[in-house]
């Protein structure tokens, strides 16, 4: 059992029926049902399909992030990648440091995944498996609008910057 205020983790297969329909009530609260900001069937397929971050203060959800996991290919190599979709906290608890909470937790868990090297695509760097290092950085966390943020936890090296 999870204390009152932590953060559970729970997979979409793994969410009830109860659960599912509060998540998607909290998100309709906090970003309407109408209107450019609404939240909408398409945002919560987005959401769905990886792990959901819950956070239940008594018996009810008052905040929620999930992190997705998505490949994109630069220059032909794929590398696994991940978002953090539908991110909310009850705008009545807004203020408390819950969404903090929330997104410290998965932060905690890409920065846990990148280190393990769980996220590299390992085939799409020089050497192949266990020939040194794929080219991952730390995870770089962009908002890419207020309930949607993507998060990349692993991505092409940097090249090093021009001297001319």
């Known amino acids: 059992m999870v204390a009152p205020g932590q953060v559970r983790r729970v997979s979409t297969p793994d969410l009830t029926t109860a659960e599912v329909a509060a ?9 309407g049902s109408e209107g450019d ?3 909408t069937d398409d945002d919560w397929e987005h959401a769905i399909g990886g792990l959901h971050f819950v956070l239940e203060v008594g018996s009810k959800i008052v905040g929620h992030a999930s992190v997705v996991e998505r490949e994109l290919h630069v220059d032909g190599r794929p590398f696994r990648t991940g978002y953090v979709e539908a991110v909310a906290t009850a705008p009545a608890r807004q203020g408390e440091g819950l969404g903090s909470l929330v997104m410290a937790e998965v932060t905690g868990y890409i920065r846990v995944r990148s280190a393990r090297g769980d996220t590299a695509s390992t085939s799409a760097w020089a050497g192949g498996p266990g020939q040194g290092r794929p080219p991952c950085e730390p995870p770089v966390v962009t908002v890419r609008r207020l309930r949607t943020t993507a998060t990349s936890w692993c ?6 910057p021009s001297s001319t």
């Open 155 to 160: 991505s092409p090296p940097r090249r090093p």
């Open 23 to 31: 998540i998607r009530d909290l998100m309709v609260v906090a970003f």
């Open 37 to 39: 900001e609404a939240f």
